[in-house]
């Protein structure tokens, strides 16, 4: 009975040391025979290559013309990242072509841009790509309003990955200019919700108030689109039967060339009102009108459009019509500025703060298309047409004209 117990605990002995030399020798294969495969240096490295394949410069295909321009304006067929820098973009790795041909295949591109403001006339049998990569994106760019929309977007369901437009809701915005601020070089407006300075009340400037002294006229207009959506011919008609207003252009009886210094000059030598009035009275939707006099001139603009104005330009540094219930309310205030120049002189209290700049649409493409995380999260527009028309326009004005 003893023997069969020494036996058995002989057994249990060596059952043990076999057990832990199993371990051991599981351990040893683990950490030395395998250690390569399960490397976790070698893990992080193979994704940094990985990573740095994705990373290669990203080509961005125009695939349609900008109206009638086919490179959209561009200073060559084909720009790259000398262009971006140029623009100081914050990622500047991409390539912006017209040339289909650039690449060997069409999926080859990161991104298509097609122009909806127009439509496409390529030919009836190639309207749009006929190979279409997962990883590719579809951009439908558009600066001008639904109102002047002529491409037909019913048929583009499920076809649009991200938009490029005005709006400030789009994917990529492509608004006509920026305000930034002179002392951080930030970017202030348009914003949803920018954080404007605003120093006007104690604004006082003696050689502006000179400048404004010489005024002899009131209001004037540039103006070459007539009878437009917005009817803003008619207001301005409503305006001049109680003021004083030129209109050059088509639209009116007087000319002067475009871009002619004399127009500029005289916009700050002679008239105290530009009326910056918009074609269409929608969302987000201001053009370069008002951006242009207020750069160039000192010449307070009066702006209506449909637009939150104090999302895109400096506080008290226009005159938004459409905050006034009649054209007499409007004209009344106008009249008082006239009179009072030192509170007529306040609107250029934000030139010794801001600058206007142009806008680089192009420039948050390119970075969106290297943030790994904006190209996995793959989107499609179900209904463009939708999106584009449905309340971002009206056609009744707030001033009651």
């Known amino acids: 009975m003893i023997r069969k117990m020494k036996r058995h605990r002989l057994l249990l002995y060596l ?17 030395q025979c395998l250690k390569p495969s399960v490397s976790y240096y070698k893990i992080l490295e193979d994704h940094i290559r990985d990573r740095r394949v994705e990373d290669r410069s990203k080509y961005i295909l125009l695939y349609t013309n900008f109206f009638d321009v086919k490179n959209w304006k561009l200073s060559a067929e084909t720009v790259g990242p000398d262009y971006f820098r140029s623009l100081q973009c914050p990622v500047t790795d991409c390539v912006l072509t017209n040339n ?19 439509p496409w006339a390529y030919s009836l049998f190639e309207k749009v790509p006929k190979l279409r990569s997962p990883h590719q994106i579809y951009v439908a760019a558009n600066m001008e309003s639904p109102a002047h929309t002529k491409h037909l977007l019913g048929g583009d ?28 070089e930030v ?5 949803e919700r920018p954080q404007w300075r605003n120093d006007h009340e104690e604004y006082y400037n003696e050689t502006v108030l000179e400048l404004v002294l010489e005024k002899t006229k009131m209001g004037v207009q540039f103006v070459s689109h007539c009878g437009t959506i917005s009817k803003r011919d008619d207001l301005v008609r409503e305006i001049q039967k109680l003021t004083d207003v030129d209109i ?27 009326f910056a009035f918009e074609n269409s009275l ?26 939150d104005y104090t999302r895109f330009l400096p506080p008290h540094s226009y005159i938004d019509a459409q905050q006034f ?9 106008l009249s008082f500025l006239a009179q009072n120049p030192k509170e007529y002189v306040k609107y250029f209290w934000w030139k010794e703060h801001y600058r206007i700049t142009g806008s680089q649409p192009f420039c948050d493409l390119c970075r969106k298309l290297h943030d790994i995380g904006t190209r996995e999260r793959m989107q499609y527009y179900k209904d463009i047409k939708a999106w584009w028309f449905d309340g971002a326009c009206h056609v009744d004005a707030k001033i009651k004209f």
């Open 15 to 31: 059952s043990f040391v076999a057990f832990c030399l199993l371990i051991a020798g599981s351990f040893l294969i683990h950490t």
């Open 187 to 191: 970017v202030v407006g348009p914003s």
């Open 100 to 118: 289909r041909e650039l690449l060997s295949t069409i999926t080859d591109y990161d991104a298509l841009v097609f122009h909806i403001a127009e």
């Open 157 to 184: 369901r499920d076809f649009f990955n991200w938009t490029m437009t005005y709006r400030l809701d789009s994917d990529v915005v492509w608004n006509y200019n920026n305000f930034v601020d002179a002392e951080t």
């Open 248 to 274: 050059y252009g088509k639209c009116g009886n007087m000319e002067c060339p475009r871009g002619s210094p004399r127009c500029t000059q005289m916009l700050t030598i002679d008239y105290r009102f530009y």
């Open 282 to 307: 929608c969302r987000d939707y201001i053009t370069e009108k008002v951006y242009g006099v207020m750069d160039a001139s000192w010449i307070v603009p009066v702006v209506f459009g449909g637009a």
């Open 325 to 333: 219930n009649t054209v007499g309310k409007l004209v009344e205030y």
